[in-house]
């Protein structure tokens, strides 16, 4: 049995779930919400729905009654009356009182889920979507009212409208609209200030500026015209740069395909919305389309048509020298930062870091190797920075270096300077991105490293063994089961191997992750006799303070907070933060690079 929920599923799930598993497996979908719990389920095996019609959300679970309200044809708000719901939202009453209610004669309490829903012809509930502007957007749910006001809150927008998209891989994403003030407002400059004051997932990907709104014949706002991306085309399609060749016009095509709107080559990928997700799926694309195989990080280099038409006719020709990194703002005066991927082995998260440095600061960023596909020798951090260091030693023959590294990129970059040192070389700057080192099995997830609070008397000392006994039984019952998945995966990737010789193109981000997650490991770094710097999230306590690097930091260790969440540190705000705590350090290291290289060359 397969449960799934939480997102709406869509019928190619289904079929894909036939195709992948057993016969006789069955797959369930709750629906449900964290007010009312699950409210309905359906069961979707093999003949119980057609093939290509919405899937059912089923009936209502026992002791739940589930009925449609404000019906406008055949579509109407999802209720759930039940004893089993929340008690409302802790200091909010107001909130509570607009969407629970409690019957006088009965004593039953109801929950207006804010979902729209309708009945099919046996009677099964599908869900169509909200009804108060309410999206989700990478599992988290999202007010688009929210972004609005917050776009509106910036002097130089006029009038603005967000709109949630769904491409047709899947995903939904965030689209803003906007139109000045007065005079002109820019793009980018509106995404960044809105990153500010918003969480990485309520920012929209695009952002299109339009000279007026289109409005209907009544005034309002005429969102249709806006969804159907006729706006954003028109207002766009005059100022398309056109392909000029035919690399340029195979890639067009693809970025149209992947982006569903027009694209010129001088347009960036990143400001048309494109991400890490559909980056994969272009460079799959390319490989099979022009038969050339570029990493992720290509697109940090060249994030245009005409950038990365140029670059694929380097690779052809065997012009292109770096084949693990890519340098981007390279400057003939100032040695590069030397960045190492994190788990994943992708450099596209660095790229927020280096808009918000500029183009004053050179960034050297390191890819895996892994992504080609093929059966690499490398197993171990140690044999991927020797990989590096050799790269490292090409791009700038002498020392002092600058080296960093996100999460896994770190040990990358520690191991990097332990080899660099060993040669010989100095290292000016060892900067770890919220790194960790020693912590027990190398979880932050074990309860037994959560920090907790001494017990102060005999219950507490039971109450808190009693539920730490519980808690890290689970764990390992969770780790047990990830750990096999990890093996049938490996399997997997043997088996390709074999077979094929490599790993299939649209397998590689999950083969290339589960490589990392290899090498990280088996990693134990030994003492480091030089300074490190340390970026720690501030709201992350699960982890000590230090990170670990007081045991490994022999020659000093400095740290900086960084307010917000690991996973977070590459986005606005926070990314703002660790790029102005950074830029006067590499400031200060290339000061003290450049007078050791002046005392070498005097001697």
Same mark, same amino acid.
């Given at each position: 049995v397969l449960g799934v929920g939480g997102e709406r599923l869509a019928p190619g799930d289904v079929g894909l779930a036939r195709i992948l598993l057993p016969q006789n497996a069955h797959l369930l979908f709750a629906c449900g919400a964290t007010e009312a719990s699950i409210w309905s389920w359906s069961r979707l095996d093999a003949g119980l729905i057609d093939e290509g019609s919405a899937v059912p959300v089923g009936f209502a679970e026992a002791g739940k009654t589930v009925r449609i309200v404000d019906v406008e044809d055949g579509v109407g708000e999802i209720v759930v009356t039940s004893r089993y719901l929340s008690l409302g939202y802790w200091g909010r009453q107001e909130d509570t009182d607009r969407v629970f209610s409690v019957d006088p004669s009965t004593g039953e309490r109801s929950y207006r889920t804010g979902d729209l829903g309708r009945l099919d012809d046996q009677g099964r509930l599908i869900v169509v979507g909200r009804n108060d502007r309410m999206v989700k957007v990478a599992g988290k749910r999202v007010q688009l009212d929210a972004i609005e006001h917050a776009l509106l809150a910036d002097?130089?927008?006029?009038?603005?409208?967000?709109?949630?998209?769904?491409?047709?891989?899947?995903?939904?994403?965030?689209?803003?609209?906007?139109?000045?003030?007065?005079?002109?407002?820019?793009?980018?400059?509106?995404?960044?200030?809105?990153?500010?004051?918003?969480?990485?997932?309520?920012?929209?990907?695009?952002?299109?500026?339009?000279?007026?709104?289109?409005?209907?014949?009544?005034?309002?706002?005429?969102?249709?015209?806006?969804?159907?991306?006729?706006?954003?085309?028109?207002?766009?399609?005059?100022?398309?740069?056109?392909?000029?060749?035919?690399?340029?016009?195979?890639?067009?095509?693809?970025?149209?395909?992947?982006?569903?709107?027009?694209?010129?080559?001088?347009?960036?990928?990143?400001?048309?919305?494109?991400?890490?997700?559909?980056?994969?799926?272009?460079?799959?694309?390319?490989?099979?389309?022009?038969?050339?195989?570029?990493?992720?990080?290509a697109l940090l280099q060249a994030p245009t048509v005409a950038a990365l038409a140029r670059l694929i006719d380097e690779v052809r020709s065997g012009r292109f020298a770096t084949p693990s990194g890519h340098t981007i703002n390279p400057r003939s005066d100032r040695p590069p930062l030397f960045v190492a991927y994190p788990l994943g082995g992708s450099g596209l998260r660095y790229r927020p870091f280096a808009e918000a440095l500029g183009d004053e600061f050179p960034l050297h960023i390191f890819e895996a190797p892994w992504w080609d596909g093929g059966s690499s020798e490398l197993r171990t951090i140690k044999q991927l920075a020797a990989l590096h260091v050799a790269e490292i030693r090409q791009v700038q023959t002498e020392?002092?270096?600058?080296?960093?590294?996100?999460?896994?990129?770190?040990?990358?970059?520690?191991?990097?300077?332990?080899?660099?040192?060993?040669?010989?070389?100095?290292?000016?700057?060892?900067?770890?991105?919220?790194?960790?080192?020693?912590?027990?099995?190398?979880?932050?997830?074990?309860?037994?490293?959560?920090?907790?609070?001494?017990?102060? +008397?005999?219950?507490?000392? &039971?109450? /808190?063994?009693? *539920?730490? %006994?519980?808690?890290?039984? $689970?764990?390992?019952?969770? !780790? @047990?089961?990830?750990?096999?998945?990890?093996?049938?995966?490996?399997?997997?990737?043997?088996?390709?191997?074999?077979?094929?010789?490599?790993?299939?193109?649209?397998?590689?981000?999950?083969?290339?992750?589960?490589?990392?997650?290899?090498?990280?490991?088996?990693?134990?770094?030994?003492?480091?006799?030089?300074?490190?710097?340390?970026?720690?999230?501030?709201?992350?306590?699960?982890?000590?303070?230090?990170?670990?690097?007081?045991?490994?930091?022999?020659?000093?260790?400095?740290?900086?907070?960084?307010?917000?969440?690991?996973?977070?540190?590459?986005?606005?705000?926070?990314?703002?933060?660790?790029? +102005?705590?950074?830029?006067? &350090?590499? /400031?200060?290291? *290339?000061? %003290?690079?450049?007078?050791? $290289?002046?005392?070498?060359? !005097? @001697?």
């Open positions: 002097e130089q927008v006029g009038e603005a409208a967000v709109l949630a998209h769904q491409r047709s891989n899947g995903t939904t994403t965030l689209v803003g609209y906007v139109t000045p003030s007065s005079g002109t407002v820019e793009a980018r400059v509106v995404k960044e200030r809105l990153g500010r004051d918003l969480p990485p997932y309520m920012v929209p990907s695009r952002i299109v500026v339009l000279a007026v709104m289109p409005r209907l014949p009544n005034g309002k706002l005429d969102r249709r015209t806006l969804a159907d991306h006729r706006v954003s085309a028109d207002a766009r399609s005059s100022a398309l740069a056109q392909p000029t060749d035919d690399v340029e016009r195979r890639l067009v095509r693809i970025w149209q395909e992947l982006l569903e709107l027009p694209v010129g080559i001088d347009d960036d990928f990143f400001d048309l919305g494109g991400d890490s997700l559909l980056a994969t799926e272009m460079l799959v694309a390319i490989e099979d389309d022009l038969s050339c195989s570029l990493t992720p990080a020392g002092p270096y600058l080296l960093a590294g996100y999460s896994m990129g770190g040990l990358i970059a520690l191991e990097m300077a332990e080899q660099l040192t060993a040669a010989g070389q100095k290292i000016a700057l060892l900067m770890m991105f919220d790194t960790y080192v020693g912590i027990r099995g190398g979880h932050t997830s074990d309860p037994r490293n959560w920090p907790m609070a001494p017990p102060t +008397s005999f219950g507490h000392r &039971l109450l /808190r063994r009693t *539920w730490l %006994t519980w808690a890290t039984q $689970r764990f390992r019952v969770e !780790l @047990a089961w990830s750990k096999t998945a990890f093996r049938v995966r490996r399997l997997r990737w043997w088996l390709d191997h074999r077979r094929l010789g490599t790993v299939p193109k649209r397998r590689r981000a999950q083969y290339v992750y589960d490589r990392t997650v290899e090498v990280a490991r088996t990693y134990r770094p030994v003492p480091y006799q030089g300074q490190v710097t340390l970026f720690r999230c501030t709201d992350d306590p699960s982890v000590p303070p230090d990170r670990g690097w007081s045991a490994i930091a022999r020659g000093g260790l400095e740290i900086y907070d960084v307010p917000g969440r690991h996973a977070d540190l590459f986005f606005p705000p926070a990314v703002m933060t660790l790029a +102005s705590q950074a830029s006067p &350090l590499i /400031r200060d290291a *290339w000061e %003290t690079g450049s007078e050791e $290289r002046e005392l070498q060359r !005097l @001697a």
